[in-house]
DNA sequence: AAACCGGTCAACCGCGGCCGT
DNA sequence: TACGGCCGCGGTTGACCGGTT
């Protein structure tokens, strides 16, 4: 069966995102969620396709991402996990919040594979490498040395493995499951985290001296980030401290939908 | 200083699966 | 059951960056 474009592509951006973009593309769903992928550009008023929203949101603009390198243990249960799964990176993230598949498919062809050869591990079959260069045995004991690693690294984050606890399951998601945010839904991480910000002092000149190059703004954790992009009036982006409301009302120029409120006790967006 | 090279990673492509009609 | 649309997944590409010559 013959499959059509994902969408029209006359007319339609590709390549690298800009911080503009990035914004109308939070924004939005921060304050719609995603009805479908394919109706966000267009509602946004992006001029991308649907899926190319998708993957960004998914892999680099969701407020729950971790960024940077994966840690020790997170690569001892991704080798653990691909030994298991093989290359369904979309399981193994599924088991590392934070991670993307997208992140974990990338880390293993640049770091984790390279290891393994090293250490004389196919890093397909997880089994020693050819035997005949005498490295089988090390291969065996390093092998073993693998599996004590994922072992150890289970028990410290004992989610990596099939016995995932009801809890952890409750905590994380795969970036399948990426959840449609409602507006009402949006949390953002509690104020200790959002130093910038006072209900007392919403002084502006010392929330613009919290600015980030404008580059950076895709590199920073969400918790730095949101007192930014909603702060950042060069880009037309408004704050205003509501007390009658008890939050932050965010305007969005880019937007036909509306502003939304941020409640100060609860860190979460509403829609007005 | 410039050219080259290799590593990294964001983004794209295309296929397969699922679901509604 | 067949068909068509949508979404997610895994593989691949290419731009960018830092190190080396």
Not at 253 to 272: A, C, E, I, K, N
Request: overall charge negative; some cysteine; glycine content about 8%.
């Amino acid at each position: 069966m013959g499959r059509q474009p994902c969408c029209d592509k006359v007319g339609l951006k590709k390549g690298p995102w800009t911080s503009e973009e990035d914004k109308k593309l939070i924004n939005f769903i921060l304050t719609n969620g995603h009805c479908c992928w394919r109706a966000v550009p267009k509602l946004a008023g992006l001029l991308r396709c649907g899926k190319s929203c998708r993957l960004r949101w998914t892999n680099y603009l969701r407020p729950d991402l971790k960024r940077g390198l994966l840690s020790e243990s997170e690569e001892q249960i991704v080798i653990d996990l691909h030994a298991k799964l093989g290359n369904r990176w979309s399981k193994i993230a599924a088991n590392l919040p934070g991670r993307t598949d997208n992140e974990i498919k990338n880390h293993w062809n640049t770091h984790i594979k390279k290891k393994l050869k090293k250490m004389g591990i196919d890093p397909q079959t997880h089994k020693p490498l050819d035997s005949c260069d005498g490295g089988g045995q090390r291969g065996e004991e390093q092998m073993a040395e693998v599996g004590a690693g994922a072992e150890t690294a289970s028990k410290k984050f004992p989610r990596s493995t099939g016995e995932v606890d009801e809890e952890w399951k409750s905590q994380s998601f795969c970036t399948d499951e990426v959840p449609v945010i409602l507006p009402e839904e949006m949390m953002v991480p509690p104020a200790s985290t959002v130093t910038s910000i006072s209900p007392s002092s919403p002084s502006s000149s010392s929330i613009n001296s919290a600015k980030v190059e404008e580059n950076q703004l895709a590199c920073i954790n969400w918790s730095e980030s949101i007192p930014w992009w909603i702060l950042d009036e060069s880009e037309g982006w408004d704050l205003l401290w509501d007390h009658s409301e008890g939050g932050l009302a965010v305007e969005d120029p880019f937007s036909d939908y509306g502003s939304s409120v941020l409640d100060q006790d609860s860190w979460s967006f509403s829609l007005q």
